[in-house]
């Protein structure tokens, strides 16, 4: 089995979201809505759904008139692919090929390929268009829909902290500090750190890119070590081995709970007799 992690630059419109929901239907394990972010992340299963949900996006958003705190290439921004069990790397990987032609084909979308390595995601966003064309489609963003980064990768936890000072550069010192200590202790990247305003507070924005060894109370940890933090959010879905990896007394402050792994949603689906 496949999931994809669809994210959208759509947080705003509730009759558009619902539009994209319904287009994955069965599929949908999960949609976490940021108005502040003007983003919505989809959890799906599958490799229909995300193409489903990819037509809503293209009729439903124009990117032209969208404004949002995180950095975007398109409506539909980022399509990744993971392997989950019963599937392989190599299956994600083809999943990722077959949707970026797809992609180009069906709405005229140019798309950018990445990977867990090299290139990764913010590789594609740093120079899509500036140095690198797309690996398919037209050599510039569609009129509406920009463009797209499609990948393949491993489990990757997105998790926030919300810092108690409104001011961004706290969030950007915090987020150079957990990434220097991070790599120092590991040796090579297990997190992706971003700092912004977002609605008038600070937030550190975290991928944890090795979460079975630095997981979401690690983050908390160094996120903690770095800077005063008022609450944590979850983005998405984690796997249940990471969850479990967490002292349970931790769940609620750090917004996770059994209900939001993969496993209890993909169980929920199955009772519901999707296939």
């Not at 994955?24 to 989809?42: E, F, I, N, Q």
């Not at 609450?231 to 609620?252: C, F, I, K, M, Q």
Request: aromatic letters at 4%.
């Amino acid at each position: 089995m496949l999931e994809c992690v669809v994210n959208v630059s759509e947080g705003l419109d509730p009759q558009v979201i619902r539009l994209l929901s319904s287009a994955a239907g069965a599929d949908l394990l999960d949609c976490h809505v940021d108005p502040h972010h003007h983003r919505s992340v989809l959890t799906l299963v599958g490799t229909d759904s995300p193409r489903r949900v990819a037509t809503a996006a293209v009729d439903h958003i124009d990117l032209g008139r969208h404004r949002g705190a995180h950095p975007r290439l398109g409506a539909i921004d980022v399509v990744p692919f993971v392997a989950l069990d019963g599937s392989t790397p190599a299956d994600a990987a083809l999943a990722a090929d077959e949707f970026a032609r797809w992609m180009s084909d069906e709405h005229g979308v140019p798309c950018f390929r990445y990977h867990a390595r090299s290139p990764s995601l913010p590789e594609v966003r740093r120079n899509a268009f500036h140095g690198r064309g797309p690996d398919t489609g037209p050599g510039s963003p569609h009129s509406t829909a920009g463009a797209c980064a499609v990948g393949d990768r491993g489990v990757l936890v997105a998790f926030n902290a919300w810092l108690t000072s409104p001011d961004p550069a706290s969030a950007r010192r915090a987020a150079a500090r957990v990434r220097a200590e991070t790599t120092e202790r590991f040796g090579h990247q297990v997190v992706r750190t971003l700092g912004m305003s977002v609605g008038g507070r600070a937030q550190l924005s975290m991928n944890l890119i090795k979460p079975e060894v630095f997981g979401p109370a690690d983050a908390a940890d160094a996120a903690e070590r770095a800077a005063p933090v008022a609450r944590y959010e979850l983005v998405g879905l984690v796997p249940a081995t990471v969850l479990t990896a967490v002292p349970p007394h931790r769940w609620s402050r750090l917004d996770l709970g059994w209900s939001c792994t993969i496993e209890a949603r993909l169980a929920a689906r199955s009772r519901r007799g999707a296939t």
